[in-house]
């Protein structure tokens, strides 16, 4: 599977949109980006997959490029609970999840 | 659903000794992942069963490590002769495919093992 580089932490504003990017220059066709965030001290919680086109659901936004060379997941409207290390990964299905390191979000009151 | 259970959430254990997880996966999923995770790191994956059929073993799972998923349903991941650098959260996973594709998998809280 491909791997993925992702910024070590980042700061947020609470209310305002979290925008963490993913790099996956060598992602292959058939691969999917997938979101797991981890609170601390809490298994991973799955956030949301895309394949090549642009997908929403109830927690967050996935914008992937048409190359397919990189992705952002979006936070619409952060809040303190969204504090977390948030892992991308490109995976083809059926395989394993491969968590690299993550971005570590803090949400700022 | 409860969703997925592990036990012990913490074990501390001496040098040597035995050590078994426990996970039960959500009812209905057939598969089932174990993972490892070490501080400041992602989780790592150690083994992967499908119903009882255990299909991946990871270079990670030394000859220490062994685990059954002897009905399907839950799972043991045993460490023999634990070592300190076996000190790390254990985590499990289930998932059930639809379709034929597998794209979330959910977690359980972990097992914490602190070996002194």
């Known amino acids: 599977d491909a791997k993925t580089t992702q910024p070590t932490s980042m700061d947020c504003a609470e209310g305002r949109a979290a925008n963490l990017p993913c790099n996956h220059s060598t992602i292959s066709g058939n691969e999917y980006v997938y979101w797991y965030r981890q609170i601390h001290s809490q298994g991973p919680q799955y956030i949301i997959h895309?394949?090549?086109n642009n997908e929403t659901n109830e927690m967050a936004s996935l914008i992937i490029t048409e190359d397919r060379k990189s992705s952002t997941l979006i936070l619409p409207h952060a809040t303190l609970r969204d504090t977390a290390v948030y892992y991308c990964?490109?995976?083809?299905?059926?395989?394993?999840?491969?968590f690299g390191t993550g971005t570590s979000l803090t949400v700022i009151p | 659903d409860t969703g997925v259970s592990q036990n012990p959430r913490h074990k501390i254990t001496k040098r040597g000794q035995n050590v078994t997880f426990r996970c039960d996966p959500i009812s209905e999923h057939n598969r089932l992942y174990w993972y490892r995770q070490t501080l400041g790191q992602g989780p790592e994956f150690l083994t992967y069963?499908?119903?009882?059929?255990?299909?991946?073993k990871s270079r990670l799972l030394s000859d220490r490590f062994s685990a059954e998923r002897p009905k399907g349903s839950f799972s043991t991941l045993e460490i023999q002769r634990t070592e300190q650098g076996d000190s790390a959260m254990y985590l499990c996973?289930?998932?059930?495919?639809?379709?034929?594709?597998?794209?979330?998998?959910?977690f359980g809280p972990g097992t914490r093992l602190t070996v002194t």
């Open positions: 069963f499908q119903n009882e059929a255990q299909l991946e």
């Open positions: 996973a289930s998932s059930s495919p639809v379709g034929g594709d597998e794209h979330e998998q959910y």
């Open positions: 895309g394949l090549k």
């Open positions: 990964i490109v995976r083809r299905t059926g395989n394993q999840f491969y």
